[in-house]
């Protein structure tokens, strides 16, 4: 990845604060439940209004019960959004015990460490710069290709 991309993707984003109350049912996952309120005009009050969020947990170290700081991070599966931060207050087994969650620094180099395993994307040339002469001259922009080369 380019790394003024990385950088744009690794802003500073809000941080929630949640119960877990599903662990251990689905491999690195587990579900976070975080307070709300909603304000209903017609009666002129506010109401609580939780919200459930499925959370990657990468080395499966969190438990029901225990009371987690999640940030949004990027899309891990169709439903998860978000990703678990740190511990704020363990329910059942000590911290100590169990699998560390690791720092967003940890997880930033294993996904650039993963990208690279991968190799290039779609648009890359292949290796050795093969390929025929006229396709090195005219800009690739996918849908807009046409526009881009004149025609």
């Known amino acids: 990845m380019a790394t003024h991309m990385v950088a744009a993707a690794q802003r500073t984003f809000r941080e929630l604060h949640g119960v877990v109350v599903s662990a251990g049912l689905m491999q690195k996952t ?3 439940r975080v307070g709300g309120r909603q304000w209903v005009a017609q009666v002129q009050k506010n109401f609580h209004k939780p919200q459930s969020y499925l959370v990657h947990d990468p080395n499966d170290s ?34 100590e015990e169990r699998p560390p969650v690791p720092t967003e620094a940890e997880r930033w180099a294993a996904a650039l460490a993963e990208a690279r395993q991968r190799g ?3 648009g890359a040339s292949p ?23 004149g025609k």
């Open 30 to 32: 587990v579900k976070v």
């Open 127 to 149: 290796p050795g710069g093969g390929g025929s002469s006229s396709s090195s001259t005219r800009t690739e922009c996918g849908p807009l290709r046409t526009y881009a080369n």
């Open 62 to 95: 969190l438990r029901t019960g225990d009371v987690v700081a999640i940030t949004p991070g990027w899309r891990t599966s169709r439903n998860k959004r978000h990703v678990v931060k740190r511990i704020i207050a363990p329910a059942q087994v000590p911290v």
């Open 120 to 122: 290039p994307g779609r």
